[in-house]
């Protein structure tokens, strides 16, 4: 019962087979953005809850600004980049109108606005209003808000013209207040990847040709997909007093003198549930971890003899009913009672390629012997797939049940990460050959078919252009190094810095 | 302690003051928006989570659908209004280039693109292609986004060029169905502001001149301002064919014919906190609800004699733990030990005026005689604001001290509109010497300055203009009709319906 396309023999189609299979998102008629289905909305929504929570224990606080920034806004950052030009929506006209017939736009703007493709500027023109002096700091916040960035070649949920996310922006009164904020917000993104969407990550810092503009550090996490390829999934910005001097933002230190507030800004976005995808789902369809499944465990009546429907739905209903009561992860159990008029077949096959993590069915033999068969999604391809346990059984244990397949779920991951991550290659020469075979890599034992390579850089302007031409990044420079022995992967000179070279999304 | 201007001095300007004293939002520099501060975001967070379990068990999914609307899905709308001009805004390009050091918009769009007003048309459009057989019905979805409309007067809450919303969106196989789905939603909507906000409405459903463009019926709910003015709180629509036949939403009903969809769609926004602020505040600042308080209960250390502060802090954060492990209306309370350094009584005029409903100060003397001494935010103006209590009582009492703060903001409210709708006009005559003299009727005992009137109304066409030349309208027509009896109030002639007649926002 494989999708349409496997992960072995057409990943890029798999992704999307996986997304209609599961019905998360679908494109839209309005040109490059998607329309997020009740399933994938539920996942971001609990992506949400879980986030926001840590985002409120560090002691952020939600707001919201406008999504028109004036266009002048842009302008001193325009001055100081050559050859700028940005993909972005702008709005020039406030009105519609019907000339002869036809729809035309009307009553043009005196400044045309830009649609946020994030809100730093308009952020810190608010900040600017709000400083005066270092007891008006820190302030941190956060909002959750839709951002916008034309994107010329759309994918579902990693480059959408429209996304969601959500962006947190602080202002500090020291540097290195400021530099640990951002470095304590890439370990809240840390947390939420690893322990809520069971997806490992590395920990890092983008080398400084490839940071946020204006950026004095950008730290990131990174992710591996199953085929190889990194995924950012989120970063964190430290932005010393560069945005702050070019908004203005002031204030009166300790010391009565005036000074430039220090800066951070952090964000993630829909893009996590490509990474959530890619990471977990398999060639039948979604896997959901337990902690982000907008339901959990999926009750189907099986409703062969009709004379037993009541008896049935009696049983699953107090099924249903017992398992609300209970909590995991700090939250009552989410429980579906499938009882729509459609053949159990077709449902459980339905919720499989969602990926629900337990699909209970309910036919007249469980209740006459008081059990519950049930299939744990991960273990679809094993002897796990069908089970059955004592009703008293299986509601007892229904909880470490959803804490095992959370923590399988991201010891597959981490397996699958640990075994590609290729630190045997030394030389520029083994480099370049690796790459050049990637392609053609055997997907044997689930390996993927490119890997990250750990290994050596020496930092040179020259060696940026040879990425490009080998169509490769230096996603990260990892937290952990190892000292300065060695050869440049990409020069062959005397190298800095370990770093991660990989294929991105 | 009054802010600058009181309900009777100038009540447009005292509804701007309590927003700026609360610190709830402000004015920003992307013109006609709002930027939505922690305590006014933190309030609409509350309205949302309420909401959003609400409109769950009423079984509704969230979702989300793009922003950007392509024009032509205004085209078949726009032919079929006389003199068609919607202010919206329009996004014509899709790129930002320095040209000649000006930046210019650039790469313009083959088709301009709408940013929603409101939803239907692009949500119709993906209902057209989800919906085949009876068996896909109904569909019930829901989504929070923000909305544009281009207003030209903008206030903060009320009328903002972008505001947030949540708009819900239904099909079905039924007239009576989807008719029935309006009516709940209404139901749902009043459930929210009455028990949750503390604000009564009146329910009924809009004059047929006044409806949605499309709708067969407009529900809605109406509340009383502090000046006697109506807000419009929420809407629902029942949408009979009339979008599915403009967007061509079929299915195959159960006699194997094709049909036309039945449909709904109802929304509240972010204006929902402006009515709740001239609900509730007074000429001290806001009053918050504990159902909707970002915190509930303030604890501030008055620091007099400075070797008791660390015996003062113990004292405190031991009174939020207690009271953070208990109970109200579902949840956690929500406590803030405010710890700033600070003046204690320019703290507690802070948060007085937020209008959090219970500020306690911690001194030497309290903790002496394990007492805590907490004000009560909706008693300032008598006996009942500075109490003392035993630290026990305190704790025990906390949750219902919160309920009868609730239930007290609810009768208060009520109490206010019930003694002004005034249903004593039963002329024509009456009515326009009521209007004429309203703007100078005088502010005693607590009445504001203009009142519902609820009196008869013939439905004649002519009566439109009418209301346009007094400037009033006719909010609703309630659900509580008392027959047909008596004369309409604008024209003089026989009457048919009793409706409301006011001023509104």
Known sequence: ?????????????????????????????????????????????????????????????????????????????????????????????????????????????????????????????????????????????????????????????????????????????????????AETMLKVYEDLCVNDMAMPVIKGKKPDFDKFPGAVTTYCIEAMMQDGRALQAGTSHFLGQNFAKSANIKFINTHNEQEYAYTSSWGVSTRLIGGLIMTHADDEGMCVPPKLAPYQVIIIPILKDKSKTDEIFSYAEKLRNTLKSLSFAGEKLRVKFDNRPKEAIDKMWEWTRKGAPIIVEIGAKDLEKNMVMFRNRIHINDNGWKNFESYTDFCNSICDKLQNIQTTMLHRAQH???????????????????????????????KPKVAFIRGKWCEDEDTIEKLKEMRINIRCIPFDQTGTEGECLLSGRKATLDVIYARSY
């Open 1 to 181: 019962m494989s999708l349409k396309n496997t992960r072995e023999s057409n990943y890029p189609e798999w992704y999307q087979n996986v997304i209609t299979a599961a019905d998360m998102a679908e494109v839209s008629s309005s040109p490059g953005c998607m329309v997020i289905k009740p399933w994938g909305y539920g996942i971001w929504e609990r992506i949400q809850r879980l986030l926001d929570d840590k985002i409120k224990e560090t002691s952020h606080e939600n707001c919201y600004f406008p999504m028109f920034i004036p266009l002048s806004f842009f302008q001193k950052e325009a001055e100081h980049v050559e050859g700028f030009a940005k993909e972005m929506a702008i709005v020039t006209h406030s009105r519609l109108s019907l000339v002869d017939g036809k729809l035309t736009p009307a009553s043009p703007l005196d400044e045309p606005l830009v649609v946020r493709p994030t809100s730093e500027t308009i952020i810190a023109d608010s900040f600017a209003k709000w400083v005066h002096s270092y007891r008006d700091l820190p302030i941190m916040i956060n909002q959750w808000a839709n951002v916008v960035r034309w994107e010329m070649r759309p994918r579902l949920f990693l480059r959408t013209r429209e996304f969601l996310w959500q962006e947190g922006h602080t202002a500090h009164s020291s540097f290195e207040e400021a530099e640990h904020e």
């Open 416 to 446: 699958l990460m640990e075994n590609n991550i290729i630190t045997e290659i030394r030389s520029k020469d083994d480099f370049e050959a690796y790459f050049t075979n990637a392609n053609t890599y055997l997907n044997q034992n689930h």
